[in-house]
């Protein structure tokens, strides 16, 4: 049974650039949660997708924007990096069954390093 | 929105102590309380979570309390064990779907 699988593993990037980094999640999962952990931190909300739709987003700004696809893996996208999102991305998915709460089980993360 | 803090930051115990970290939150309609254990480099692990309708959980040497109406919840942690060291995040959710972490602690047992 495959957990969360998350790549890549590491990346650096340059100020200004793009990024893209994929998630697919936990068999029999349908949702996909991301999030930024900063060093020494916890992980910061960046949005959920269900059913191919941002469900819910987390304090972040429209440089940070997703996707879902019909095999419920997912994208996290990074327009214009600053050295600020440096920091490792979580990937998170669990199982929608209505208004019940499932657990959400991670990924390894991808490190992005912003030079 | 949700607004979690989690105290102590940093925890040091004996071996075969017991270690208690306590979690706040502000949002009165928050449901869902897990907890994550994080040891460096890898991924955050759910070790135990509680839903509001009970006021605690245990899981062998791992218990959780919660109390609604003070809105704060609490991780026990019975006779620990040198791999129990690691970082331990607490997380509160309206639903399960916008988690939001406490800023961690660090729990270190002594041998």
């Known amino acids: 049974d495959a957990g969360v699988t998350q790549s890549p593993t590491h990346l650096i990037k340059t100020r200004g650039q793009q990024v893209t980094l994929r998630c697919s999640p936990k068999?029999?999962?349908?949702?996909v949660s991301w999030y930024q952990q900063a060093l020494g931190q916890g992980p910061q909300f960046i949005f959920q997708?269900?059913?191919?739709?941002?469900?819910q987003r987390g304090n972040f700004p429209d440089r940070f924007s997703g996707h879902q696809f019909p095999n419920y893996s997912s994208e996290l996208n990074v327009n214009a990096l600053l050295l600020g999102d440096s920091a490792l991305y979580l990937c998170?998915?669990?199982?929608?069954?209505?208004?019940?709460?499932?657990?959400?089980?991670f990924g390894d993360g991808t490190r992005l390093s912003i030079l | 929105g949700e607004n979690v803090e989690q105290h102590p930051s940093t925890l040091s115990v004996q071996e075969g102590d017991s270690a208690v970290i306590k979690c706040t939150y502000s949002?009165?309609?928050?449901?869902?309380f897990p907890w994550y254990k994080q040891e460096l480099g890898k991924r955050p692990q759910l070790i135990i979570d509680?839903?509001?309708?009970?006021g605690e959980k245990k899981d062998q040497r791992i218990a959780v309390t919660l109390n609604k109406t003070a809105k704060h919840f609490s991780l026990h942690i019975t006779e620990t064990q040198p791999e129990d060291s690691a970082v331990y995040f607490c997380?509160?959710?309206?639903?399960?779907?916008?988690?939001?972490f406490g800023a961690g602690t660090r729990l270190t047992v002594k041998p």
């Open positions: 998170a998915s669990s199982l929608a069954a209505g208004a019940s709460n499932q657990p959400q089980h």
């Open positions: 068999s029999g999962h349908d949702t």
């Open positions: 997708y269900y059913e191919e739709e941002e469900r």
């Open positions: 949002d009165s309609a928050s449901n869902y």
């Open positions: 509680i839903r509001s309708n009970v």
């Open positions: 997380a509160a959710s309206r639903g399960g779907n916008d988690m939001r």
